[in-house]
């Protein structure tokens, strides 16, 4: 049995060819699901696009505004890296009510999966880093506001730190924010998570699982949430083009089933959405996104 996913044709906005960010992976995505047995064609929940007052929540208004009258800055669209056109804030705001639709599908279901999200590094003032609005932080800040969880636990498993999130939640005692990451990375600049595990180049299958368990037991240690998101970026995988990590296609299914597991075994709902996958060839990281699919589906049935 299939968990509830998230997604939407939108979720891919035309990019010039050869840009750095594999926008064409969501769609192979579906694909690679419907070949797994884990999605019906068209069998996916669809989001509407996020209202600004969702958006809001987590970031400044005026930012909002700037995004959605396509009136951002040469500057601000030179630290995202996107293109400010119509379907790429169109995709954003598909994108955090995706993560927002997965948070909700979570609490009624146990497990729910956004087949995009994890843009971690836009905070309150703006984006960056192909990350236009903070998905998980709109769906954390949209749930808290409503009453529907009291506290949240974001676990970032992106290769990428999550300074975004971590800059929006600080001082939040309602929000724990757990990242593990690549020390030497993008960003330069790192934020201050609740909890930050930053790890060497190379950094392979052990001893990553082993930072991750301890990580894990701390974070659950230090907050009792509602609620868990958990941004699965496959970008420590090996071959990734943006990494500096070791992982295998192994490596990755056991960090997602020990993510998952940590919530499930604790009777925690987990929300998960895509994060970072970087490469030539984007079926092919479609293809390491479809294992936390399958491991969710594992979980589910």
């Not at 044709?9 to 840009?19: Q, R």
């Not at 064609?41 to 700037?66: E, I, M, Q």
Request: hydrophobic residues 50%; charged residues 20%; neutral net charge.
């Amino acid at each position: 049995m299939s968990p509830p996913i998230v997604s939407h044709p939108d979720y891919v906005a035309p990019l010039k060819a050869g840009h750095a960010f594999p926008m064409s992976k969501y769609g192979y995505l579906r694909e690679a699901l419907q070949r797994r047995g884990l999605l019906a064609p068209g069998g996916f929940l669809a989001p509407a696009p996020a209202a600004p007052g969702v958006l809001t929540l987590a970031h400044d208004a005026d930012y909002v505004d700037r995004v959605l009258s396509l009136g951002l800055r040469p500057e601000e669209l030179r630290r995202i890296g996107l293109p400010g056109t119509e379907q790429v804030a169109r995709r954003a705001r598909l994108a955090a009510a995706g993560t927002l639709l997965a948070g909700r599908l979570a609490l009624e279901h146990g497990i729910a999966c956004n087949g995009a999200g994890g843009a971690h590094h836009a905070d309150r003032a703006g984006g960056a880093g192909f990350c236009v609005f903070n998905d998980v932080a709109v769906a954390a800040s949209a749930l808290l506001a409503e009453g529907r969880v009291g506290r949240v636990l974001v676990i970032d498993a992106d290769v990428h730190q999550g300074d975004g999130t971590a800059r929006i939640f600080a001082g939040d005692s309602r929000v724990f924010t757990f990242s593990i990451h690549a020390a030497k990375n993008f960003p330069a600049r790192k934020a201050l998570s609740d909890l930050d595990v930053a790890l060497p180049d190379g950094t392979g299958d052990a001893a990553y699982l082993a930072a991750f368990d301890a990580g894990l037991s701390a974070a659950f240690a230090a907050i009792a949430p509602d609620l868990v998101f958990y941004n699965a970026g496959v970008d420590p995988h090996a071959a990734d083009r943006l990494g500096r990590l070791a992982l295998s296609d192994a490596g990755l299914r056991a960090r997602d089933r020990m993510a998952l597991e940590a919530a499930r075994a604790r009777g925690l709902p987990v929300a998960a959405a895509l994060g970072g996958g970087y490469g030539d060839d984007p079926q092919a990281i479609a293809e390491r996104h479809a294992i936390l699919f399958e491991e969710a589906a594992r979980l589910a049935a």
